[in-house]
């Protein structure tokens, strides 16, 4: 099915079968961290920004692992953060770090890099364009707090490549394939320091497991959604 042939039905069908749909062991994780987002504010972003219309079911179950896990890991901090977001899609894993960082009252800068330019206007797979594509910001309208964010058109490797700061947090759900994943922890190691925290997507995907397993430096956990999402996360040693 493409993109413009979908209805605000069909989004709406899809948004409100997965709401249905209870994951434990995202429970879980909120609970060992300590911090949850409002389950009402997490799905009216996710029925615009986290819900595709695709072979499998949407999932918007990494937006309650960003924001538990980051809260989580800002309640100690007394300094300006950097969190970085590799993979921007429609914005919804930078806003819920956004919201972290807003929530937590600490400074810092949301950075989100996609090779798809947030100026452009073309198709994201979302409700929000059913009658022409937007701008990643005009899709974000709703959400005054993504004007904090810095959208950039980059990659995640190529980014890296030229920042050389820290990187408190990173959510990286960019090009899924084992060799950039790889390559994309390689850069972030040299950028981050013990207890930092890198969240991995997708890492069902065997290559990309395998290249989490084999960053050095890392303590990880494996959280597995579904047979088709599972995530890792990653604290630097």
């Keep these: 099915m493409m993109t413009q042939q979908l209805t605000a039905t069909d989004y709406q069908r899809a948004f409100d079968f997965e709401r249905t749909q209870h994951y434990h062991v995202i429970d879980e994780v909120e609970a060992k961290a300590g911090f949850y987002l409002d389950v009402a504010k997490l799905e009216e972003a996710a029925r615009v920004l986290a819900c595709p219309v695709k072979k499998n079911p949407p999932s918007w179950q990494h937006g309650r692992v960003i924001y538990s896990l980051y809260r989580q890991y800002l309640a100690s901090c007394q300094r300006r953060v950097l969190l970085l977001d590799i993979g921007t899609a429609k914005g919804f894993s930078a806003l819920c770090a956004q919201w972290a960082l807003n929530d937590a009252g600490v400074p810092g800068t949301v950075v989100s890099v996609d090779v798809i330019d947030p100026r452009s206007r ?116």
């Design 122 to 237: 073309e198709s994201r797979n979302t409700v929000a364009e059913v009658d022409a594509p937007k701008t990643l910001m005009e899709v974000l309208e709703p959400w005054p707090d993504a004007s904090a964010i810095k959208f950039l058109k980059s990659t995640g490797v190529e980014w890296l490549t030229t920042y050389h700061g820290r990187i408190d947090c990173a959510f990286v759900d960019g090009k899924h394939t084992g060799a950039v994943v790889a390559l994309e922890g390689h850069l972030l190691t040299k950028r981050q320091e013990p207890g930092d925290l890198v969240i991995f997507d997708d890492v069902h995907l065997p290559d990309v497991l395998q290249a989490v397993r084999s960053l050095k430096g890392y303590d990880s956990e494996i959280v597995t959604v579904l047979p088709q999402r599972a995530y890792a996360i990653a604290r630097r040693r």
